[in-house]
């Protein structure tokens, strides 16, 4: 019996040990990487520039922050959100932009049904609205 609780001990003990040295190694290896980190090359090239060389629109849009209410009221400030809309979204301007696509319709294999030919009656894109009724109040 006592062969059994030595080699629970042993294992026990290299168990410990096998979870420090790898504690040490993750330790070390985390130092170095910390450690040889070089600066970002485009982060150098910029630092000496002031913001409004790198990109005027990032100036602009700086200084439409920092004027507050007045900003959206501001055809500069209009210009420069559309311009950074323009460029998130990833669109071209209209000169450039190609010519606009004629929908289709939905099921292009289908016929049209003979009361109705494609193209006449109702507009189905756009939802019928009612307007409801003022409703007289209830005291």
């Known amino acids: 019996m006592a062969t ?9 003990i290299l168990a410990r040990i096998g979870a420090v040295v790898f504690i040490a190694v ?3 290896v985390t130092a170095i990487e910390m450690s ?3 600066e970002q090359p485009d982060a150098i090239a910029t630092r000496g520039r ?4 790198q990109d005027p629109l990032a100036a602009e849009l700086r200084r439409c922050t920092g004027i507050g ?4 009221r501001d055809p500069g400030c209009l210009k ?6 323009r ?8 000169a450039t932009a190609p010519a606009a696509v004629a929908p289709k319709t939905l099921f292009p294999d289908v016929p ?28």
Do not use: C, N, Y
């Open 4 to 12: 059994t609780e030595a080699g629970a001990m042993d294992g026990k």
């Open 26 to 28: 993750a330790l070390t």
């Open 69 to 72: 209410e007045a900003g959206p």
């Open 36 to 38: 040889s980190k070089d």
């Open 50 to 53: 002031p913001l409004a060389l």
């Open 112 to 139: 049209a049904s003979a009361d109705r030919k494609e193209g006449e009656g109702t507009d189905v894109t756009a939802p019928a609205m009612q307007v409801e009724p003022p409703r007289p109040e209830i005291r």
């Open 80 to 85: 420069a959100w559309a311009e950074s809309r």
């Open 87 to 94: 460029r998130f979204l990833g669109q071209h301007d209209s």
